[in-house]
């Protein structure tokens, strides 16, 4: 009978220690998979801030090698004026009408010559202004939300534009259109940073996932519905905070702009967001762009 025991207790350990093995395993495998996940996220935001900023330096090399051209143009006309002139004189044309108005040809093309040279130092001069206010207003965001976490809430740089990207989870619960507490956080101490820069304008986009929204939902038909409401409450919390209302403007995206058109539930949880478009006021390079 000792025997029997013995071998029962025996057998019982083992299987213990088996299943206890077997934990250990999955949560090692479990921990893996998660930072394999986070890296791969991070790998895809890197990925877009490349593109972006590629994009953007396209752009203003375009612009320049545009105004490049027309002053290569301008210098061709000069020299071509010029060269008339010198020949003129080598063929003893002496008439002083013809004379006067080469002079005058060359003076206009000089003046005009110029006039485009400082627009385009003018224009690169606040290029250069835009790019570093953009930056530091990057900068300042970030600071002020450093202690959220990376999934909740990430800030890019887009097109020459800040944008906060907030999480479903950070701001909402689902369906639902009144701030987290966590979330009215996070927008306060951004309403803070806005309120010190008088120059931005302010942008509240919400979107939502394809999935529609339970039938019945007071209030609501669709997701537009939806990310209508959620960009206007966040838009009420940040004037309430001190931003000036006529400086923000909330917009609903429903489901039309996704970050992944996947239909796992990974790519849903990241389309289900809230996006803080902050621009730079460019009204000085506007006149310039105008009267180029």
Known sequence: MKKKIVRASVLVLAATMSLSSCVVSKK??????????????????LEEQKSTLEEEKASLENQKAQLEQERADL???????????????????TLGENLNMSKSQIDKLSADLKAREQKLAELQRILDEKEKAVKNLRARVSNALLGFND???T?????????????????????????DPKGVEALKKLAQVLKEQQDVNVVVEGHTDDVPIARGTVGMQDNWDLSVLRATEI?????????????????????????????????????????????????ELFQILESA
């Open 75 to 93: 210098e061709k006309q000069k020299a071509e004026y010029q060269a008339s002139l010198q020949q003129a004189l080598k063929e003893g044309k």
């Open 28 to 45: 090692k495998y479990d921990d893996l998979m998660a930072r394999k996940n986070a890296l791969e996220v991070d790998k895809a935001s």
């Open 155 to 179: 800030v890019q740089v887009r097109n020459g534009k800040v944008y906060i990207s907030l999480a479903e989870q950070l701001l909402f619960n689902s369906g639902s259109t009144k701030v």
């Open 151 to 153: 999934k909740d809430l």
């Open 235 to 283: 838009t009420r919390i940040l004037t309430q905070s001190g931003v000036a209302p006529e400086r923000v403007t909330p917009s609903g995206r429903s489901l039309y702009v996704p970050l992944e058109d996947a239909k796992t539930k990974e790519a849903r949880q990241k389309n289900r967001r809230t996006e803080i478009i902050l621009t730079p006021k460019l009204d």
